[in-house]
């Protein structure tokens, strides 16, 4: 399967629409371990990229990637903002100069992603982050070797519910220490959004054909 600009925008507008429809629920998640404003902030940036990619056409997967990727570090803005925008920033360096965008290159783009969120946040996993989900669903993507859907949605969901049982030890929710356990990570939780898009994005023809 090749990944077009069309994926990508099909991509951020799927982010889009789940963002705004989960805004109350990412708010909820962030008031008892950080300050309440994961929801609100991914909607104004995600947002502001879906407007950005409405009026604005692009040569190549990798400038569109780069086009998000500001759009979304300077828009999202917190602490995820600069986050989601390496992660974009990321993927985007890796695709440079390519005119077509193989699944492997794009598994590889996500993975170069992580280690890119990894150093950018100075996070590993286990520490209550949005990283806790991103890298075992690439380390998932990179076994297979293919985008399942299902399979991306199941290990996305477990990362994301797991992170309930740990003490953040980075971000805001780390002020809070064995405090924060019991609670969902937001960026876990967006993320898991972010993700269950891709998985949408990839199975259906209907993006492929833009
Ligand atoms: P802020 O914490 O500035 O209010 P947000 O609420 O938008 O920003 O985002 C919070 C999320 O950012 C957290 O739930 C966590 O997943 C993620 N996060 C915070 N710090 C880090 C870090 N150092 N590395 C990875 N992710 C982080
Ligand atoms: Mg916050």
């Known amino acids: 399967m090749e990944i077009t600009k069309e994926h990508i925008k099909c991509w951020i507008n799927k982010i889009n629409e789940k963002i705004t429809e989960n805004k109350c629920y990412l708010t909820k998640l962030d008031q008892p371990i950080g300050d309440g404003d994961h929801g609100v902030n991914m909607e104004r940036g995600f947002q502001a990229t879906v407007n950005m990619l409405e009026t ?5 997967v990798s400038s569109m990637l780069k086009a ?8 999202v803005g917190g602490a995820a903002g600069p986050l989601y925008g390496t992660a974009f920033l990321r993927m985007s360096l890796h695709l440079n100069g390519a005119q077509l965008v193989t699944e492997k290159m794009f598994i590889e783009a996500l993975e170069e992603a992580v280690v890119g969120m990894k150093k950018r946040g100075r996070t590993e996993v286990g520490e209550k982050t949005m990283i806790d989900v991103w890298a075992p669903v690439v380390e998932k ?12 949605i199941q290990t996305a969901k477990e990362a994301r519910n797991k ?17 924060s356990v019991g609670y969902i990570d937001p ?10 898009a891709l998985a949408e994005t990839l199975e259906e023809g209907a993006c492929q054909r833009g």
Do not use: N, P, W
């Open 56 to 60: 604005t056409s692009y040569d190549t």
């Open 141 to 152: 993507l990179q076994k297979d070797g293919a985008f399942h859907a299902s399979a991306i």
């Open 163 to 179: 992170t309930e049982h740990i003490a953040a030890s980075k971000g805001r929710a780390s002020f809070f220490k064995e405090k």
């Open 68 to 75: 998000c990727a500001l759009s979304v570090m300077s828009k």
């Open 187 to 196: 960026g876990a939780a967006s993320s898991y959004i972010i993700f269950e």
